[in-house]
């Protein structure tokens, strides 16, 4: 393992605004690969008792951003009802409980991804950054309006110091080895089809 290798035990994953209908705004990526890609991040925050920080943009206020998916709800429980509701505050780290919630994983590397690429994770994740944290954004469990949009933010991050990546190179770090006991809980999630 390298030195700076994000592990069950000092990361957390952060997933943003996966709303129905905020994803059906998106076009830079099939969603039903985005949605099920985001499910196995949650999958994976379970399987290693990872916390998980969710939250969500205007779910109470507006129906078009709509409630997160039900599914994180059946895979996280407690993350899901003690999800973040911002009321419209665009980057989520400057809403007060979003980012205490975040500070309470206790953990400095951070997985994220959310809807959509070039708004609600560029500016959370560049705030994170200039707090300190290390950050991977998984490209594949997030999309935006359209390609040109996503490719550009995932470049803004990355030239800011996240590491662009998707979810089978997060399972795959976090893994290790398919027979070790972290390894034997992540192999179906990373399993294609």
Known sequence: MHKNAFTPENAAMV???HQVGTM???HSLDINIVRKNALRLAQIAKALEMPAVLTSSMEDQVSFTGPLISELEQILPQAFAARIRRPGIVN???HEGFNKAVKATGRKKLFVAGITTEICITFPVLQMLEEGYEVQ???DASASFSQLGHDLALQRMHKAGAAI???PQIVSEL???WT???GK???SIIEYS
């Open 185 to 187: 809980k992540l192999v």
């Open 165 to 167: 990546v998707t979810v």
């Open 15 to 17: 997933l943003i605004d």
């Open 24 to 26: 059906s705004w998106t």
């Open 92 to 94: 989520a780290m400057h």
């Open 180 to 182: 070790s006991p972290n």
């Open 137 to 139: 954004v998984a490209a």
């Open 175 to 177: 893994a290790l080895d």
